[in-house]
């Protein structure tokens, strides 16, 4: 079993439309939850990071973490088209600072 | 905040040549640098962690003789990709974890990556 798996396949939201990414991993000593966006050819780039197990927003993102399920999930409200990338989930455990990467989620925002 | 520098954002060399990419951290002090590597359409493969002052720690499969990586200073970190090869032929990107203490990790924030090509 793969430390974090994104298992959906891209995803094609309209623009305005909640897009939904969900992510789960196998080590329960995960502590730290981490939701990364990379532009194709890019680096990617921190969205969201979470600790605890509930929702935490930040603007139009929320991450929602389930530790006794062992899934993250990330929320994108008003999808606009600056949002079509790939999504990855990070994961890491504590006092490990390595973090384990899900293969990705493609999103595409539809106009 | 929380910037990372990388360097050079592209490379295109002869097989053979050694090539040097440097990380730092310009806006805060990492002890821990990490480098990845990521394959078209893959996603990130976790190469080392660079820790400064002492030897880095590499993932299995790695060689380490063949990706060296110095951390010399809180800012700075250095992969070297020794006698590269068309199969060494990558995206390389570093980061940098902000630290600052707490029970759990903080992010990890990352350079632009180098687009390594070796003819």
């Known amino acids: 079993q793969k430390e974090v798996e994104q298992n959906s396949g891209p995803l094609s939201v309209p623009e305005g439309a909640i897009a939904s990414l969900n992510c789960t991993y196998s080590?329960?000593?995960?502590?730290?939850f981490f939701w990364y966006r990379q532009y194709s050819g890019k680096s990617p780039e921190l969205i969201m990071f979470?600790?605890?197990?509930g929702d935490k927003e930040d603007g139009r993102f929320t991450a929602q973490l389930n530790k006794a399920s062992q899934y993250v999930s990330l929320l994108i409200r008003d999808s606009q088209p600056s949002d079509s990338a790939t999504y990855l989930c990070?994961?890491?455990?504590?006092?490990?600072?390595?973090?384990?990467f899900g293969k990705g989620n493609q999103v595409v925002v539809i106009p | 905040g929380a910037v990372v520098s990388q360097h050079p954002s592209r490379v295109i060399c002869k097989s053979g040549t050694s090539v040097k990419i440097e990380c730092r951290s310009l806006?805060?002090?990492?002890?821990?640098m990490f480098w990845y590597r990521q394959f078209p359409k893959q996603s990130l493969m976790l190469m080392a962690t660079?820790?400064?002052?002492?030897?880095?720690?590499?993932e299995q499969g790695v060689e380490k003789d063949k990706f060296l990586i110095n951390h010399a200073s809180l800012t700075l970190s250095t992969l070297t990709v020794t006698s590269a090869h068309p199969e060494d032929s990558s995206f390389y990107i570093c980061?940098?974890?902000?630290?600052?203490?707490?029970?759990?990790?903080?992010?990890?924030?990352f350079g632009d990556g180098t687009r390594l090509s070796i003819l």
């Open positions: 080590d329960r000593g995960s502590q730290s």
């Open positions: 990070a994961v890491a455990t504590y006092g490990n600072n390595r973090l384990a």
């Open positions: 660079s820790n400064e002052g002492s030897k880095a720690t590499y």
């Open positions: 980061s940098a974890e902000t630290g600052g203490g707490g029970y759990s990790n903080q992010p990890q924030h």
């Open positions: 979470i600790y605890s197990n």
């Open positions: 806006d805060f002090q990492a002890t821990t």
